[in-house]
Each structure stands twice: as C-alpha cells, then as structure tokens.
C-alpha cells in the first residue's frame, strides 16, 4: 500500500459519499434526466464541473499544480461511445 | 452545530452542495496524485486481472498490456473507496438496507420482477461499460474528469450521451414520457 494508493481509497470514499447524497445512485434520478422532470444529474455534474475548473485553474496559474494526460480527443470514439454509453445509462440508471 | 449534522444527515443533499464537494474532490485527485476521478476504467483492470487468470493468450493484447493495464490500479482503489463512500452515505442518513430491487419508477415501467432489473442492469452495464471503453472513459472519468480540464473530448462525450439517453428514455418511456 502506497500513500498513493492510500489517497485513492480516500478520495472514492469522497466521491461515493456525494454521489449518494445528490442522489445520483438511483435509478429514477438518472432516467428522469434524459425526460426533463429532474435536472439533479445535471446541477450535480455541473456544479462539479465549475468548482473543479476553478480550483484546477486557479492552482495552475499559482504553480501548484500541473495537468495530468488529459483525455485524448478522437472525435469519432468520444462520440460513438458517449452514443453507445447513453443507451445503457438509459437503461439501468446507474 | 446541530443544524450542520441535521443538515449533515439529511438523506438527500441540494446536488449543487453535493457537486462542490465532487468538484474538491476532483482537484484534490490533480493535485495529489495526478490522477482523474475515472470509474469505468477500474472494471476493465479488474476484468484483465480476471481474464488473465482464465485464458493469459486472449487477454496477451495492446489493450490490456498497454491502455488498461491488468493490476490494482490507482482508479481499482478509487472504486473500492466509492463503494464504502456510498455505504457510509447511507448509513449517514440511516437508510441503509439490503435491497434486491428498490426503485418505484423501475417497477411501473418495465414491471415488479426481480429477475427483469437484474437482467436488464446487466444487459445495459454491459452496453454502458462497452461504450465507456470506446471514448476512453464514464460521467466521471470522461465528462467530469475531462471537463474540467477543458478537454474537447469530454464535450463530444456528454453530447453523445445526452443524444442517445433521451433516444433511449422516449423509447422506453413512449408515451409517459
């Protein structure tokens, strides 16, 4: 066991925690974004979105940090999977 | 303080709150160990660990040699940290409990048989992993993960996924949409 892998475990609890508290571990939560009748899946990625943005650019311009390999952009995989991956959060909801 | 922990132990947080504390968390992983919140990619090391164990020649390729690697990966430990998260979320609001097939809105749509969740949760996952393997990553991985380093990849991503989950919904939901 790593520090590294220490941190790991720490930040999936992190991560666990919210996603059962914004309630994104349910079924009808997720299905009900695709109808429009509840936009939590949204507030909750965007939300996200924007601290972390902040957060990563903010410490990037003071030298704290620096990027990881960002995810590569193949622009027909990134579509045809989130195509592919769209059906099945669909159906399961997860 | 009473407030905070009532506030604390409340089944269900505003998911703006619940986003700020993802979107910490997301720098945090940056930060400390230069990593991205993926999840999806967890089950692909742990499906080459696996596959290695049954049939080594299948499993010899690029993919799992190169681009998911087969071992207990930083995002493996991530994943096993989600699951306790998630348990301790709802011991936290005391509603835990062993479920088989819960969801209300699952069971006036395709009907109350357990045998049909389980299936229909293993057909999808299968689709969804599927298609999280093709565009090199999940919501979390991909969408969020990405997104917040400004990747194109994750805006092509979310399109994708919200044009085919609403195609999927209108099906299924036809015309309770």
Request: proline share 3%; aromatic share 14%.
């Amino acid at each position: 066991m790593t520090t590294n892998m220490i941190i790991a475990v720490v930040l999936g609890i992190m991560f666990g925690f919210t996603l059962n508290k914004g309630g994104l571990t349910r079924y009808n939560k997720i299905v009900n974004v695709f109808r429009f009748t509840d936009l939590t899946v949204l507030k909750y990625m965007l939300t996200a979105l924007v601290v972390a943005m902040i957060g990563l650019y903010g410490l990037r311009s003071l030298g704290l940090i620096t990027f990881p390999n960002v995810p590569a952009t193949y622009i027909a995989g990134n579509l045809i999977g989130g195509l592919i991956f769209g059906i099945g959060m669909a159906l399961t909801g997860y | 303080m009473s407030t905070f922990i009532k506030q604390f132990r409340k089944e269900l947080w505003s998911p703006y709150i619940a986003g700020i504390f993802l979107g910490i968390t997301g720098v945090l992983a940056v930060w400390l160990s230069d990593s991205l919140l993926g999840a999806s990619g967890a089950f692909e090391n742990l499906a080459g660990i696996i596959g290695n164990a049954i049939a080594p020649e299948t499993f010899n390729n690029m993919y799992f040699n190169f681009i998911m690697p087969s071992e207990i990966t930083w995002g493996v430990m991530l994943f096993v940290g989600t699951i306790i998260g998630g348990f301790l979320g709802a011991l936290s609001s005391g509603t835990f409990k062993f479920r088989v097939n819960g969801d209300s809105q699952w069971k006036a749509i395709f009907g109350p048989q357990t045998w049909k969740r389980w299936g229909l949760a293993f057909l999808g996952a299968i689709i969804l992993e599927y298609g999280a393997g093709i565009a090199g990553g999940c919501t979390s991985g991909l969408a969020i993960s990405g997104g917040m380093l400004l990747a194109p990849a994750a805006f092509i991503f979310i399109g994708g996924m919200f044009a085919s989950g609403i195609l999927t919904a209108l099906i299924v939901y036809r015309k309770r949409y």
